[in-house]
């Protein structure tokens, strides 16, 4: 538990230092609430961290695609002044396949050009080994469907119907 000092501002406390709970932490703070973060791990991140497996010493990242620059908005989040100059930005993955053998995924350009989002990813997506050709086609097929532009008047919802 991160302890604060006693100034006589109401105080809030957020459970769980995970992504949505460090950006409570970060909504409340510059709303001037005084905010207390209760966390049960000896961390930060909850499923977006990073251990070092002990069978392979090679360090595994869980929920890695928010530090990968897919998500875009906890960047506030994880720029703000309370201790996450730990946090390591990358622009490329390795994946490791059983037996060691290795595919980078990442942003990729054409000749000088950066590709758009989501299209950045797909270059290196579909030359890694690790995806069979019905993955390539299944991830091909998704990365055309995010690219349909959608109605400015469109009802439609991001919730589950």
Not at 4 to 21: D, E, F, H, R, S
Not at 25 to 50: F, K, M, P
Not at 87 to 93: A, P, R, Y
Not at 133 to 139: C, S
Request: hydrophobic share 45%; charged share 15%.
């Amino acid at each position: 538990m991160i302890q604060l000092p006693n100034t006589g501002q109401k105080t809030v406390t957020v459970i769980g230092g995970g992504v949505a709970g460090m950006s409570a932490v970060c909504a409340l703070a510059e709303a001037g609430l005084r905010v207390q973060l209760v966390e049960r791990a000896r961390y930060l991140g909850g499923r977006a961290s990073s251990y070092v497996h002990p069978g392979v010493n090679e360090v595994i990242d869980n929920c890695q695609h928010v530090l990968f620059g897919c998500c875009t908005n906890p960047g506030w989040v994880l720029s703000a002044d309370w201790g996450c100059g730990a946090i390591h930005w990358t622009s490329e993955m390795t994946m490791i396949e059983p037996g060691g053998r290795r595919s980078r995924l990442g942003p990729s350009k054409l000749g000088s050009w950066d590709l758009p989002a989501p299209l950045h990813g797909l270059p290196k997506l579909l030359s890694a080994h690790a995806f069979s050709f019905a993955d390539k086609f299944a991830l091909a097929r998704a990365f055309a469907a995010l690219m349909r532009p959608v109605a400015a008047d469109s009802c439609e919802s991001l919730a589950r119907g």
